[in-house]
């Protein structure tokens, strides 16, 4: 498989470039370019990861939390998943949620997070007076499975 192509650019001397784990990391880790920060129970606080990026065009950076950081100090993305649109050119920033009942610091250079780039579909919406029908139908929250 052909490995894509992020551009990126520091924007701090605190910065440091995204890191695979594995060869097959699905998500490259992103580190804390600030100064230790300290978060208390149930606060959330941007961190700065001191670089900006060129995402290829149709595909989209998510931000995931990373399983060490939020098992073990219940910190995690505020929003859960973050996108980064590639046309956007400013500081990629985590907003981490302290999830747990004790303050937590995250230091200077820690992994805060990882970003998948994945493509996405270009689409347009167009109004229908109906859709087709399927089995399913208007089923929602937990109807599959019921009998």
């Known amino acids: 498989m052909q490995k894509l192509t992020v551009n990126f650019k520091k924007l701090s001397e605190n910065a440091i470039t995204p890191t695979f784990g594995t060869e097959f990391s699905a998500g490259a880790d992103l580190y ?5 920060v300290v978060i208390a129970p149930n606060q959330t ?33 505020a929003n859960k998943v973050g ?3 590639s046309d956007y050119r400013g500081e990629i920033k985590v907003a981490l949620h302290n999830h747990g009942t004790e303050p937590q610091t995250v230091l ?7 970003m998948v780039i994945t493509p996405y579909y270009a689409v ?3 109004e229908k007076e109906s859709l087709s029908e399927t089995v399913r139908g208007e089923g929602g929250f937990g109807s599959t499975g019921r009998k």
């Open 45 to 77: 606080k941007f961190i700065g990861t001191g670089i900006a990026t060129e995402i290829p065009a149709y595909t989209v950076g998510l931000i995931y939390a990373r399983s060490g950081l939020a098992c073990k100090k219940g910190l995690a993305p």
């Open 83 to 85: 996108v980064i649109d």
């Open 124 to 126: 347009e919406y167009v």
């Open 108 to 114: 200077k250079g820690e992994r805060i997070a990882q």
């Open 32 to 36: 804390s370019a600030e100064e230790d």
